[in-house]
């Protein structure tokens, strides 16, 4: 297969997890939906549980397609468009139904959601203007903590001893902080990067 034809591929191990991504996402919705019809704790604490575990299996799948993507050199256009879609989706699905059931500051899911479209539209900008910006390592942490806090939060209550409400509340702030530092820092590095295009223009 020649590299023109390889880019446009779509039936590779990378995009098949990324699909398995999407599937799981309205199977967590659901066990989130399903907790607004009961009052029975073991149930409430069961589904929010399932769709816990489930948060997770897409969580490695989002780790793994990324890494096979980098190791087998598989770089195709609809990876590309699916991937950052399937994660946005996971998260913000995640948090509306947080937000719905009471279990998260509704402040937080603002500026969490705010900071996925900014983002995006921002690496859409760097990438049509040929920007590289490289992404600092605050915004890995953010990930990291919302990756903990939403988990926590779906279990949402207090499990073989442990406050899962109270941990995701913790997690869940501290990614909300993150995010908004990370998002500064990335503007201004392409800030930085556009002012030292345009010298070199100048220059030429």
Same mark, same amino acid.
Do not use: H
């Given at each position: 297969?020649?590299?023109?034809?390889?880019?446009?591929?779509?039936?590779?191990?990378?995009?098949?997890?990324?699909?398995?991504?999407?599937?799981?996402?309205? +199977?967590?919705?659901?066990?989130?939906?399903?907790? %607004?019809? @009961?009052?029975?704790? $073991?149930? +409430?604490?069961? *589904?929010?549980?399932? #769709?816990?575990?489930?948060?997770?299996?897409?969580?490695?799948?989002?780790?793994?397609?990324? *890494?096979? /993507?980098?190791?087998?050199? +598989?770089? $195709?256009?609809?990876?590309?468009?699916?991937? !950052?879609? /399937?994660? %946005?989706?996971?998260?913000?699905?995640?948090?509306?139904?947080?937000?719905?059931?009471?279990?998260?500051?509704?402040?937080?899911?603002?500026?969490?959601?705010?900071?996925?479209? *900014?983002? @995006?539209?921002?690496?859409?900008? /760097?990438?049509?203007?040929?920007?590289?910006? !490289?992404?600092? *390592?605050?915004? &890995?942490?953010?990930? #990291? $903590?919302?990756?903990?806090? =939403?988990?926590?939060?779906? =279990?949402?209550?207090?499990?073989?001893? =442990?406050?899962?409400?109270?941990?995701?509340?913790?997690?869940?702030?501290?990614? #909300?902080?993150?995010?908004?530092?990370?998002? $500064?820092?990335? @503007?201004?590095?392409?800030?930085?990067?556009?002012?030292? &295009?345009?010298?070199? %223009?100048? #220059?030429?």
């Amino acid at each position: 297969m020649d590299e023109n034809n390889k880019i446009w591929e779509i039936d590779n191990l990378p995009n098949r997890l990324t699909l398995f991504r999407v599937i799981l996402i309205p +199977i967590i919705v659901g066990f989130l939906y399903l907790i %607004k019809f @009961t009052d029975i704790q $073991t149930e +409430i604490l069961k *589904y929010g549980i399932l #769709a816990s575990f489930f948060f997770f299996i897409a969580s490695v799948t989002d780790f793994f397609d990324g *890494y096979i /993507a980098r190791k087998r050199n +598989i770089e $195709t256009v609809i990876g590309s468009f699916l991937d !950052p879609i /399937a994660d %946005k989706f996971l998260v913000v699905s995640s948090l509306i139904m947080l937000l719905s059931l009471g279990r998260i500051y509704d402040w937080v899911v603002i500026i969490l959601v705010v900071r996925e479209l *900014y983002m @995006t539209s921002l690496r859409l900008l /760097a990438s049509n203007q040929s920007l590289q910006v !490289p992404v600092n *390592y605050l915004g &890995k942490w953010k990930t #990291a $903590t919302q990756m903990f806090g =939403i988990p926590f939060l779906m =279990i949402g209550g207090v499990w073989v001893g =442990i406050d899962f409400n109270l941990l995701g509340k913790v997690f869940i702030v501290i990614s #909300a902080v993150l995010s908004i530092i990370s998002a $500064t820092i990335y @503007t201004l590095g392409l800030l930085r990067t556009v002012q030292q &295009k345009r010298k070199l %223009k100048k #220059a030429k």
